[in-house]
């Protein structure tokens, strides 16, 4: 059953056309690029339009934290050290990768487990430099693709991390996140690897469970 799960993993990542962008063996994220579907107004005053190419952010599997039963604040700190330092990677390469340069904003959408809120999804968007925008109302086609995409998700979490499914809900909501190519790049480029860590060190509390995880 694994090996049909993987299987069909790797041909939904050809068909969507993942891009791998750093060579690292602890980058935990892959990217996809796609027309923006709404328009979406930023702090930093970038307005994404609809089919403006945005960056879309997916949790790489194999190479996400594994989950045990005594998971808590040492999980939350390991998981976002990993995932800083695979954004800070992706705004290294974003200008100079011929896929990506042209991209206006990079979107992450969360799908949460468990009793999280808005609230939730507005504190993990801070630690990383993100900020919340509130999705409009879903239609039938994306409610039927949400549905489908839990399962999925619930398979790909028996597959690649056994142990988070102690604690997993079947039915998830939905968050996304977005920060401007411009914000990303004074972020994670502007300052040094260390900074950046420090700053995440600083503010990242045992919430970022691993309930967090799941896609991006």
């Not at 808005?118 to 993100?130: I, S």
């Amino acid at each position: 059953m694994r090996g049909a799960i993987l299987r069909l993993d790797a041909w939904l990542r050809r068909k969507l056309d993942f891009i791998e962008y750093s060579s690292s063996p602890t980058c935990m994220i892959r990217v996809v690029v796609t027309a923006a579907d709404g328009e979406v107004r930023l702090s930093d005053g970038t307005v994404v339009k609809p089919g403006q190419p945005i960056i879309d952010l997916h949790f790489w599997n194999e190479r996400v934290p594994q989950t045990d039963a005594c998971h808590g604040l040492g999980w939350g700190r390991r998981f976002g050290r990993q995932l800083t330092r695979s954004i800070s990677e992706l705004a290294q390469v974003i200008d100079e990768h011929p896929r990506l340069r042209d991209a206006v904003a990079i979107r992450g959408r969360l799908a949460f487990s468990g009793a999280r809120d808005q609230d939730d999804a507005q504190r993990f968007a801070h630690w990383f430099g993100f900020e919340y925008a509130l999705a409009g109302r879903p239609t039938f086609a994306r409610r039927l693709h949400d549905a489908a995409e839990d399962i999925w998700l619930l398979a790909l979490a028996w597959t690649f991390n056994p142990g988070s499914l102690r604690t997993r809900s079947m039915v998830r909501r939905r968050d996304d996140l977005w920060i401007s190519k411009a914000a990303l790049m004074e972020r994670y480029v502007a300052r040094s690897p260390r900074q950046v860590r420090s700053a995440l060190s600083s503010r990242l509390p045992e919430r970022a469970s691993a309930e967090s995880r799941d896609p991006l």
